[in-house]
């Protein structure tokens, strides 16, 4: 491995977590992106297979031989589902969008922690803007466990702390990927352009320079943190 700074991107194979890759590799960083199907186009990255629901293969890849270091990790792995009244909950559903949001999470902080203990290494967890408020199209199931990933960071930033690692997570609204628009009607799409002060949805360029800021060297005391990127929803007139 080169003397670059590595970074692991896990759910790094589409949307925002490929967009991030791309982007850290043209800022000259080693970049890994992770998940269980590398699209058939980008056999130039570096890629591993894995699921991040299933504790084995999290436990494999972080014992591989060939890592011997990582600087920085992003989880952007990520699972969303269409809202329904609270009658028609399904457990079997919960835990799908649980298990990835969630549990891959804390398999992935287990099995990586020693390595970003050695780097004094950075965290940027993808979070969304359901866990400042709610979700307005995905469902219930969404908002908590993205809800609960702010807790995940709050607790384990005060854990790593004493090691200098450093864990932060961004609130990301609407961006334009395929998670976007497969949940999404042209109609919906439209309204929700205008319903952004800032008058459009997020590209994921919109969202990687702030990605960047908190995994790089720039970032030496926000942890425990969280970046709001919304193209001004917070605001009222
Ligand atoms: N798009 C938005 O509007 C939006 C807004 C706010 C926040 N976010 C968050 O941003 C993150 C990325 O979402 P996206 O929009 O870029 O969606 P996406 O294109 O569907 O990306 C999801 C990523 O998660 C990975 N993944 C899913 N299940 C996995 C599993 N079991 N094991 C390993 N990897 C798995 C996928 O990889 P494989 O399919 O290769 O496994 C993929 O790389 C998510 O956390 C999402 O909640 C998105």
Redesign the pocket.
Known sequence: MSDKRHIVV??????????SAEYLLNQGYDVT??????PKARADLSFYK?????EE?VKSFFCKDEISRIDGLI??????IGRKPINEFSNLEYIKIH???LL?ALFVFKYCYEYLKQSKGKVVI?????ARTYSEFSGIE?TIT?SALSGLVRHLSADWSKDSILINTI??????????EERLSSEEIKKLHESIPIGR??K?KDIVGAIEFLISDKNTYITGSGIDLNGGKFLSS
Request: hydrophobic residues 40%; glycine residues 14%.
């Open positions: 896990i759910g790094g194979t589409s949307g925002l977590g490929l967009a992106v992770v998940g269980r199907k590398l894995m699921d991040v629901t299933d293969s989880y952007s792995a990520g699972k969303s298990d990835v949001n891959g993808i979070n969304s803007i359901a969404y993205k609130f990301p609204s609407m961006i334009e990927t395929s998670m976007l949805i997020a994921t």
